[in-house]
């Protein structure tokens, strides 16, 4: 009889109408998403720089808000709210999620982290493990990045706990990108390094408000330079690399610059 | 001063040149002040919108208003009277009183002074004529060859004695100096290095505003005395849109908003403020007076039957005045540039804009395009009204400008301080 008494006070009764709330209330907050997240990839595809990945930020935060208000909208028409009953609830979600769905559960709390503590946002470019790539969705439970090569590769946010996440622009439109050079020892360096910096300041991709660095280490090889500048956008990261490259090696060799004649294999230390 | 003077006449002559037309007026670059909207804000603009079209229906006496589209476009000789180019004399006059001490004196501290303008402002046109005018050296720019082979034979000219007692010379454009090129750069620091310490003598340089925004990271050297033309804000641009108006005697022209019907403009007229469209305008070409020149001239229209002449007194006791009415168009008549415009266009538009145009052998020089492919665009470009081509430079054309401005900036590419 107490079991029954509990039971009753414990769940609402359940009618058609309040299952035709739940249904409404789940229905309206998946499209909300589901418009909230095509609206914003929309009007993100029409800005550039900042503003774009600001806008694009916020999908995460929109959609985990949406998600939040829905639940706060259906338990009490399910459980009676009491605060009892709420501990109870929380128990027993804890429990269930802690034992069945531990790793699911784990990657779901690290995406809230992510959403809080922004290691990665779309549009940034970021190194997890072997992966590198442009963020273009932070889900519930993974984070999906599209790799130079065109691959969406999901990562599960759970990797926050163990990896190290490499954010290349950490929300800002530019990133450093660096072109190499491997050239014989026997050189004019300061004319080299001048040669470089013009190399950076012709290329029609370089945002001409951040820095322009040369740096040159000898290496029994050879000398390897390396020429760092920022491009207008991330999005031109490779064909910045590109442009760089070829202007630079058409110059130095129309300078007469001999390049470097044993194979150097590049090293992340140069 | 006049063109006739001598440069020594000028030099020791006992009064300051008269200052010019006033709407014309050099300034340092820091001075330039955009023009804004009178109630700044789309909510002010919403609501002047809505005033003005409450007081049509309000004012009885409002002359009906046009169907645009019944109303035909200006011959381009009629257009020539109402819209004249601009007059290189007139900023050369104001150039002549904003260097006028430094003219006179002997040891400046500046060896060179530079003017910056914007694209289709004038000033390009107008330092030859300054320079004719003071009997200065003009210098011919290097060919690209020449730039790119670092040719500092190029800087001798400076050395060949010209008119002018103190061997001032002029370069009109500095865009021409240079090309954004690995090997384009040379000679352009050269150039300044020996100009600015006063090894090729005196001398002015006038440079396109995006080329000195772009010189200025390859050579930066704060240059705080450099001028340009202080912008035409509303109440200059009705002064210089009253004089660009060819003068005849018992006429007088009205220029009429096609929708609403009022007076934007009367030549010759008593009346001062600037209309509100007209203040729109300066706003929308950020004080470009070339670039609203050009809008002004694409917005004019006629009756479709007639030049729609009357004659009728002007006041009761003044002389008849032939009433002239023209039409200005409601819409600003600009080419739309689609914000999903491809990389490579916006790499093209913003290479001519940084060189103040290009032939278009130059761009793959320049550009990680083939010739092919850069060809393709410019035609298309062409075809979009955004570019023109002007002797065999392709140039970002006046009514496109603003937009593909909006465009660049938008993409964090460098644009002018303007």
Redesign the interface.
């Known amino acids: 009889m107490n079991e029954t008494t509990g039971n009753t006070h414990f769940f609402r009764p359940m009618d058609a109408v309040t299952l035709l709330e739940i249904a409404v209330i789940v229905v309206i907050a998946v499209l909300l998403i589901v418009f909230m997240q095509r609206a914003v990839a929309w009007l993100g595809?029409?800005?550039?720089?900042q503003r774009r990945l600001s806008m694009l930020a916020m999908v995460p935060l929109l959609r985990l808000a949406i998600g939040l208000t829905a639940i706060l909208l259906v338990v009490p028409l399910v459980i009676e709210p009491s605060l009892q009953n709420m501990i109870a609830v929380l128990g027993a979600t804890g429990i269930a999620l802690g034992f069945a769905l531990k790793d699911y559960a784990s990657s779901l709390t690290a995406g809230v982290v992510a959403i809080g503590e922004k290691p990665y946002r779309n549009g940034d470019w970021i190194r997890v493990g072997e992966i590198y790539g442009e963020v273009i969705h932070v889900g519930l439970r993974t984070v999906n990045v599209v790799t130079p090569e065109d691959d969406r590769v999901a990562i599960p946010h759970g990797r926050v706990w163990t990896d190290a996440i490499v954010n290349a622009n950490d929300g800002k439109?530019r990133l450093q990108c660096t072109a190499d050079f491997h050239l014989d020892p026997d050189h004019d360096g300061a004319m080299v390094r001048a040669?470089l910096r013009?190399?950076a300041?012709?290329s029609?991709y370089l945002?001409?408000?951040s820095p322009i660095h040369v740096i040159a280490a000898e290496h029994p090889w050879g000398s390897h330079y390396r020429l760092k500048a920022y491009p207008?956008?991330s999005a031109?990261q490779f064909?910045f690399v590109?442009?760089m490259t070829?202007?630079?090696k058409?110059?130095l060799r129309?300078r007469g610059e001999a390049f470097a004649a044993s194979p150097a294999i590049a090293t992340p230390e140069g | 001063m006049t063109p006739e003077q001598t440069p020594a006449e000028h030099r020791n002559g006992r009064e300051r040149p008269a200052p010019g037309p006033s709407f014309w007026r050099f300034v340092p670059l820091d001075d330039y002040r955009v023009p804004t909207l009178p109630p700044s804000g789309a909510l002010a603009k919403a609501w002047a919108t809505i005033r003005r079209a409450l007081r049509q229906v309000e004012d009885p006496s409002l002359q009906p208003a046009r169907d645009e589209a019944r109303l035909r476009t200006l011959p381009q000789i009629r257009l020539d009277h109402l819209v004249a180019p601009l007059d290189p004399a007139d900023p050369a006059d104001a150039l002549d009183a904003a260097l006028y001490d430094w003219c006179r004196d002997d040891e400046p501290r500046h060896a060179v002074r530079f003017v910056v303008g914007q694209p289709h402002d004038g000033q390009r046109e107008m330092l030859p004529w300054w320079a004719a005018r003071h009997g200065a050296t003009l210098i011919e720019p290097p060919t690209p060859a020449e730039i790119l082979a670092g040719d500092s034979d190029t800087l001798a000219q400076f050395s060949a004695s010209g008119p002018h007692p103190d061997g001032l010379w002029v370069i009109p454009d500095l865009a021409r100096w240079y090309l954004r090129h690995s090997e384009g750069l040379g000679l352009v620091r050269s150039l300044l290095a020996r100009a600015e310490t006063g090894e090729l003598g005196r001398g002015v340089i006038g440079c396109g505003s995006w080329a000195w925004a772009y010189l200025s990271r390859v050579w930066p050297v704060p240059r705080a005395d450099a001028l340009t033309a202080q912008a035409f804000d509303a109440t200059r641009l009705t002064r210089l849109l009253t004089r660009q108006v060819e003068r005849h005697p018992h006429r007088r022209v009205h220029f009429r908003h096609a929708v609403t019907g009022r007076d934007i403009l009367a030549v010759p007229s008593d009346e001062e403020s600037p209309h509100p469209e007209i203040a729109q305008l300066a706003a929308h070409c950020r004080g470009n007076p070339g670039t609203a020149l050009a809008y002004w001239r694409e917005s004019l229209r006629a009756e479709p039957e007639s030049d729609a002449i009357a004659t009728s007194p002007d006041r009761p006791g003044d002389d008849f005045f032939e009433e002239e009415h023209i039409w200005v168009s409601a819409r600003l008549h600009e080419p739309i540039l689609p914000n999903e415009t491809d990389e490579d266009v916006v790499l093209v538009l913003h290479a001519l804009l940084l060189h103040d145009g290009l032939p278009t052998d130059l761009l793959p020089e320049l550009l990680p395009l083939t010739r092919d492919g850069c060809l393709a665009i410019l035609l298309r470009l062409d075809q979009a009204g955004l570019v023109a081509r002007r002797d065999d430079r392709w140039q970002v054309s006046p009514l496109g400008y603003a937009g593909v401005r909006a465009l660049l900036r938008g993409r964090d590419y460098l644009i002018d301080a303007f």
């Not at chain 1, 595809?45 to 720089?49: A, D, K, P, T, V």
């Open positions: 595809q029409r800005l550039y720089g439109p040669l013009d190399v300041l012709a029609p945002h001409l408000d207008v956008d031109q064909r590109t442009d070829l202007r630079g058409a110059v129309r």
